[in-house]
Structure formats: structure tokens, C-alpha cells
């Protein structure tokens, strides 16, 4: 009997020493099921996101009837050989500023424009498909220079929406009665700032 004893309690020591040391095991399906610790309170948090600023014109390789420039993604040189005299293009753009800061869209260009040529741009249209903008364009002609000029005044934070029809419609007159080149890798520039 005392062997009976004694395998009877060596089998419920082992049997407790594995209860004891069993892990806990957590049911991610039951969110209520989990044990934290601590108390429970309320942790603030402040997450900075980063300032966007993308400008894009539309229609993208789209070549004006009779011309064989192609008006493509900002800050890209006009593709292709010619020189249209006037044609229009929509700027879209999406802008999330530090702090909820206003912005102005400017455009300009990376190299001097040859004398006796003039580029000149103006906003013609606003208009949102799908957009959060407020418009505030400049109505006025802006003659191209490497000089930063505003197309868009103060802007708070938003977005026209993607493609033509959208955003900023911007009218280009490039008036060049010498028939002038314009220097190898010319750009139009537009950018938020």
C-alpha cells in the first residue's frame, strides 16, 4: 500500500509541478480576455506628419493639335521639337504643410529665357472633380524668368483631385519673333512653397 502511496503522490507532484508552470495562453480573438496590468487610463499621443508637397500637370502625354510639344509631369522639360505658340494645361496638386502653414504655388524656370523671347502663364480656370481646394489663383499674366513667380496665392492644406478639368487651368503664350531656341535642357519649374 505504501508503494500504492507513493506512486500516487509522486503522480499529483508532477501533475501540480506542471500546473504551476504552465503558461498563460491569450485568445487574440477576445480582445476583453487580455490582462494589461497596471491601471488603465487614457495615454495621449502626438504623431507629426510630414510636410507633402506635389505639384502635377495635366493632360499628361497629351500634344496640342498642330504642335509636337508634349506638356508632362512638372519640372520636366516640354518634349519633343517645335514650339507651340499658345496651348492651356491643368496643374494639380495635393499639399499638407507643416503646422497647417499656407502655401503659394510659383512657377519659374531653371534657365534664362534667350532675349527678345517672352513665356507668360495665367490661370484661366478653377474647377474640382473629387477635390478639397479653396482657389485663390492670380489672374494676372506672369512672364517666365528664373525668378519665382505666384500662380497660386496663400493655400491651406487640400487636394484638386487628379487629371484634367481639375485644379488650375494655366494658359501658356510663348511669344518669339526671331524664331529663338531655347537653351538645351530648359524646364519649366513649378513648385509649393
Same mark, same amino acid.
Given at each position: 500500500? !505504501?508503494?500504492?502511496?507513493?506512486?500516487?503522490?509522486? /503522480?499529483?507532484?508532477?501533475? =501540480?509541478? &506542471?500546473?504551476?508552470?504552465? &503558461? #498563460?495562453?491569450?485568445?487574440?480573438?477576445?480582445?476583453?480576455? +487580455?490582462?494589461?496590468?497596471?491601471?488603465?487610463?487614457?495615454?495621449? $499621443?502626438?504623431?507629426?506628419?510630414?510636410?507633402?508637397?506635389?505639384? *502635377?500637370?495635366?493632360?499628361?502625354? $497629351?500634344?496640342?493639335?498642330?504642335?509636337?510639344?508634349?506638356?508632362?509631369?512638372?519640372?520636366?522639360? /516640354?518634349?519633343?521639337?517645335?514650339?507651340?505658340?499658345?496651348?492651356? +494645361?491643368?496643374?494639380? +496638386?495635393?499639399?499638407?504643410?507643416?503646422? /497647417?502653414?499656407?502655401?503659394?504655388?510659383?512657377?519659374?524656370?531653371?534657365?534664362?529665357?534667350?532675349?527678345?523671347?517672352?513665356?507668360?502663364?495665367?490661370?484661366?480656370?478653377?474647377?474640382?472633380?473629387?477635390?478639397? =481646394?479653396?482657389?485663390?489663383?492670380?489672374?494676372?499674366?506672369?512672364?517666365?524668368?528664373?525668378? $519665382?513667380?505666384?500662380?497660386?496665392?496663400?493655400? $491651406?492644406?487640400?487636394?484638386?483631385? *487628379?487629371? #484634367?478639368?481639375?485644379?488650375?487651368?494655366?494658359?501658356?503664350?510663348?511669344?518669339?519673333?526671331?524664331?529663338? !531656341?531655347?537653351? !538645351?535642357? =530648359? #524646364?519649366?519649374? /513649378?513648385?509649393?512653397?
Amino acid at each position: 500500500m !505504501s508503494k500504492q502511496l507513493l506512486l500516487n503522490m509522486t /503522480f499529483f507532484i508532477l501533475v =501540480f509541478q &506542471q500546473t504551476l508552470g504552465a &503558461q #498563460e495562453t491569450i485568445n487574440a480573438n477576445n480582445i476583453s480576455a +487580455f490582462i494589461l496590468g497596471g491601471g488603465q487610463e487614457v495615454v495621449s $499621443a502626438v504623431l507629426d506628419l510630414q510636410p507633402i508637397h506635389i505639384v *502635377d500637370l495635366e493632360p499628361e502625354n $497629351a500634344i496640342p493639335a498642330g504642335n509636337t510639344v508634349v506638356v508632362s509631369e512638372a519640372g520636366k522639360p /516640354f518634349a519633343g521639337i517645335g514650339s507651340p505658340s499658345t496651348g492651356d +494645361f491643368w496643374l494639380n +496638386f495635393t499639399y499638407r504643410g507643416a503646422n /497647417f502653414q499656407n502655401a503659394r504655388i510659383y512657377a519659374s524656370t531653371n534657365l534664362p529665357i534667350p532675349s527678345n523671347m517672352t513665356i507668360t502663364l495665367q490661370v484661366i480656370n478653377t474647377a474640382s472633380i473629387n477635390g478639397q =481646394f479653396a482657389a485663390n489663383p492670380n489672374l494676372s499674366p506672369v512672364s517666365l524668368s528664373t525668378t $519665382a513667380q505666384v500662380l497660386v496665392y496663400d493655400f $491651406a492644406n487640400g487636394f484638386t483631385g *487628379d487629371g #484634367e478639368n481639375t485644379g488650375y487651368q494655366i494658359r501658356y503664350q510663348i511669344n518669339n519673333p526671331n524664331a529663338l !531656341s531655347l537653351p !538645351s535642357g =530648359f #524646364e519649366m519649374v /513649378f513648385e509649393i512653397k
